[in-house]
């Protein structure tokens, strides 16, 4: 499905060049779900947006079922049948759920209840709703993961799809990405959450931009969750890494 062949990213900023990706060569075949995880600044979502191609790479390729898509922009792409669920939902004004709903189906010719009754949102109250600051952050989040289901794109990202959802709201988005995966299709999903990871069939860890572990969903997970211990053995409270002068 997806080809990256050694990806680099490099930003500009006040006269100062930063290395954000390095020579990330990756497959992604089709029926599978892989996550992408790693710590805060590891380039997770750059990634991702390089395959969506919010970014373009400083050097690499992206080929997608055989085609090198490097230089495409996001419309090209979304046409080819890549989506993205966003980690920050953008707002329109002026634009209602029911007319994102619209657009999105225009590729896939679903119905517009459907992917919001999917994520648990009634679509007589959610439909003509704006979509604006009027929306909690929760609610901008559901309506953005229905928007890509509606889509039903061959090539899913979903960026930390947990992020300002409840606890319930996440435990339904946990069961709705894993039912609506298609065995033609890829699922890619940043996370840092036990529950995703648990559901998918390989890991990808990111460190400091570049790829240091990936494997089945069995043989990186207890790597990471180790590495994540405190040296007393006990879950550390902070998610931070082994410390050999803790005692909690």
Known sequence: MLELKQIGLKFL????????????????????IYALTGPNGS??????????????????????????????????????????????????????????????????????CWP????????????????DASLSGGESKRIEVATLLAQDPDLRIFDEPEAGIDLWSFEQLVEVIGSSH???GTTIIISHQEKILNMVDEIILLEDGTVTL???????????????????????????????????
């Open 182 to 184: 298609r065995p033609n």
């Open 43 to 112: 380039g997770k979502s750059s990634l991702a947006r390089v395959i969506m191609g919010i970014h373009l790479p400083t050097t690499g390729q992206v080929i997608y079922k055989g085609e090198d898509i490097t230089a495409l922009g996001i419309a090209e792409r979304a046409r080819k049948g890549i989506g993205y669920a966003f980690q920050h939902p953008a707002r329109f004004k002026g634009l209602r759920v029911t007319d994102m709903m619209e657009i999105a189906m225009r590729r896939s010719g679903n119905h517009e």
């Open 13 to 32: 900023s006040d006269e100062k060049e930063s290395t954000i990706l390095e020579g990330i060569s990756l497959t992604f075949e089709r029926g599978r």
């Open 214 to 248: 990936r494997g089945s969903q069995a043989e990186i997970w207890p790597q990471i969750r180790e590495s994540t211990r405190c040296s007393c053995r006990r879950d550390c409270p902070r998610g931070g890494m082994p410390h050999a002068d803790c005692s909690r």
């Open 116 to 131: 919001l009754l999917k994520i648990g949102l009634c679509p007589d109250e959610y439909l003509e709703r704006p979509l």
